[in-house]
C-alpha cells in the first residue's frame, strides 16, 4: 500500500504564492511518475501538473508560466511552486502517484494513487 502525504494548501490574495508538498511513503518498488490535479465543486478532477520518472513535466495552459513541479526521487516527494496565484486557481489540491508496488506473492502491482487533497484558496 502507498500513502500521500500532501502539506501547504491555504489562503492566499491574488498575486501571490504558494508551494504544495507531497510525499510518497509504502511498498514502493517504482515510482513510475507523480503529479497534481485540482478539483472544484461540481467539476471534474483536472490535471494541473505532472512530472515522469525521468524528470520530463507537464503543465495544463492555464498554469503554464505560473506554476512549476518538481520532484526529490530519493525522497518520493513532488513540489508544486504555485506563483502569481489568481481567483481561478482556487480548488481542492490533490497529489498523485503512479506506483508499482510488489505483493507477498511477487506480483508486481502498478496503481494509481491520490492524497487526500489540499484546499488553497486566492482571495481577490
Known amino acids: 500500500q502507498v500513502q500521500l502525504t500532501e502539506s501547504g494548501g491555504g489562503l492566499v490574495q491574488s498575486g501571490g504564492s504558494l508551494r504544495l508538498s507531497c510525499t510518497a511513503s509504502g511498498n514502493i518498488f517504482s515510482n513510475n511518475g507523480m503529479g497534481w490535479y485540482r478539483q472544484t465543486p461540481g467539476n471534474q478532477r483536472e490535471l494541473v501538473a505532472q512530472i515522469t520518472s525521468g524528470g520530463s513535466a507537464n503543465y495544463a495552459d492555464s498554469v503554464k508560466g505560473r506554476f512549476t513541479i518538481f520532484r526529490d526521487s530519493s525522497e518520493n516527494s513532488v513540489y508544486l511552486q504555485m506563483n502569481n496565484l489568481n481567483s481561478e486557481d482556487t480548488a481542492v489540491y490533490f497529489c498523485?502517484?503512479?506506483?508499482?508496488?510488489?505483493?507477498?506473492?511477487?506480483?508486481?502491482?502498478?496503481?494509481?494513487?491520490w492524497g487526500q487533497g489540499t484546499q488553497v484558496t486566492v482571495s481577490s
Open positions: 498523485h502517484v503512479d506506483a508499482t508496488t510488489v505483493k507477498s506473492t511477487g506480483v508486481h502491482v502498478r496503481l494509481d494513487y
